[in-house]
């Protein structure tokens, strides 16, 4: 059975700081997905990751893919109020089918 | 554009009782898919059609559920009997690609499912 691992579950940091959040998986897969949640909304897609050693960017919200090492992180720089979510990662097995992470609560203070 | 549609966005319901959730996804799209949502978890797979037909219901838990999609557009998932263990938030999203092509899903807002 695929177990995909986010961790940690809940992060709480300051503005300005710098955070990863990593995303295991325990199955072969060379694409994953990472989206965004803000409470009482549904999922806003951020990243699409399609091969070993993609890197994508926007803002300050950095993810990258290691297929071999069935990796994905997701890097926060510098912080931001507005940044506060649930962050997921989902790994795409092929055939239309994703399995979902439990999620990544972020919060950030001031 | 418009994005994917879900109604109702809650539905109160008695156990035992029969429920429709309906989904409007993005128009062209032709990948659509039907996830369940519980608190603090990630959605979780349920059903998922290529046009009209269900391309894999692996993750519907039971034949109390049931999902259909008859003219490629809307799809409608239906629970039969439903238990105070089906209460969560039932999530859609529809895809652009089909099954050769990378899978970013655009989802709609839920529809939260209470059973009392």
């Known amino acids: 059975e695929l177990k995909v691992e986010q961790n940690p579950l809940f992060l709480s940091m300051q503005e300005g700081k710098n955070y990863t959040i990593y995303c295991n998986y325990s199955?072969?897969?060379?694409?994953l997905y990472w989206y965004r949640q803000d409470p009482g909304k549904s999922l806003e897609s951020l990243f699409v990751?399609?091969?070993?050693?993609a890197v994508k960017q926007e803002g300050r919200l950095m993810a990258s893919l290691d297929t071999k090492a069935r990796l994905s992180t997701l890097h926060i720089t510098a912080a931001v109020h507005d940044l506060s979510a649930t962050y997921f990662c989902?790994?795409?097995?092929?055939?239309?089918?994703?399995?979902f992470g439990d999620g990544t609560t972020l919060t950030v203070k001031p | 554009g418009a994005g994917v549609s879900q109604t109702p966005s809650n539905k109160v319901t008695e156990k035992g009782k029969y429920v429709e959730l309906r989904c409007d996804p993005i128009?062209?799209?032709?990948?659509l898919y039907w996830y369940r949502q519980s608190l603090g978890q990630g959605p979780e797979f349920l059903i998922y059609?290529?046009?009209?037909?269900?391309?894999?219901d692996s993750g519907l838990p039971n034949d109390r559920f049931f999902a259909v999609r008859p003219e490629g557009s809307v799809s409608t998932l239906k629970i039969q009997r439903t238990e105070r263990g089906d209460s969560a938030v039932y999530l859609c999203?529809?895809?652009?690609?089909?099954?050769?092509?990378?899978?970013?899903?655009?989802f709609g807002p839920g529809t939260r499912l209470t059973v009392l």
């Open positions: 999203a529809s895809s652009p690609k089909g099954v050769s092509s990378y899978n970013e899903q655009f």
């Open positions: 199955t072969t897969s060379d694409r």
């Open positions: 990751l399609l091969s070993n050693g």
């Open positions: 989902a790994v795409d097995l092929g055939a239309g089918k994703s399995t």
């Open positions: 128009s062209g799209h032709t990948a």
């Open positions: 059609f290529q046009g009209t037909g269900a391309a894999d």
